[in-house]
């Protein structure tokens, strides 16, 4: 049994592979690595920061998930693909892996950043999304 955070990225995964906005910036199979990776072609993305908080009542777990999925770009109009990820997410309640389902999602944040190489660029969208446990 994998946990909510992985159930979540894999569902999130499936999404943008569906989405050809995504998959002509990110490539076939998609350029998304657990953590940033210095020597991944540009552009490409990575799992970023995750903040769970329990929202359960008595007998039911619900979780208050957030996650980031960091982009990294180089010479390139960095906020295409910012945009285009998060238009991919918006509107859609993929599947979880058993146990758990799919309350609600939404991306709650985009933005894009400078970085210390000049050259690069670091957007990120951050999900909404609340998770429960059906056992």
């Known amino acids: 049994m994998s946990g909510p955070g992985d159930a979540l990225k894999t569902a999130l995964e499936t ?8 998959t002509a910036q990110l490539g076939v199979p998609l350029r998304i690595f657990p953590e940033r990776s210095h020597q991944a072609g540009y ?9 769970v908080r329990d929202r359960g009542a008595s007998g039911v777990l619900l979780l208050d998930y957030r996650q980031t ?3 990294w770009l180089r010479d ?34 985009a933005d894009l950043f400078t970085t210390t190489h000049s050259r690069v660029r670091r957007g990120l969208v951050r ?8 056992d």
Request: net charge neutral; aromatic share 4%.
């Open 15 to 22: 999404v943008l592979r569906s989405d050809a906005g995504v």
């Open 43 to 51: 552009p490409h993305a990575s799992w970023g920061r995750a903040q």
């Open 69 to 71: 999925l960091d982009i």
């Open 76 to 109: 390139g109009v960095a906020l295409d693909l910012v945009d285009a990820v998060r238009v991919a997410l918006t509107g859609v309640k993929p599947e979880l892996a058993a146990p758990w389902r799919l309350v609600s999602l939404a991306p709650a944040y």
């Open 127 to 134: 999900v909404h999304a609340l998770i429960a446990r059906d």
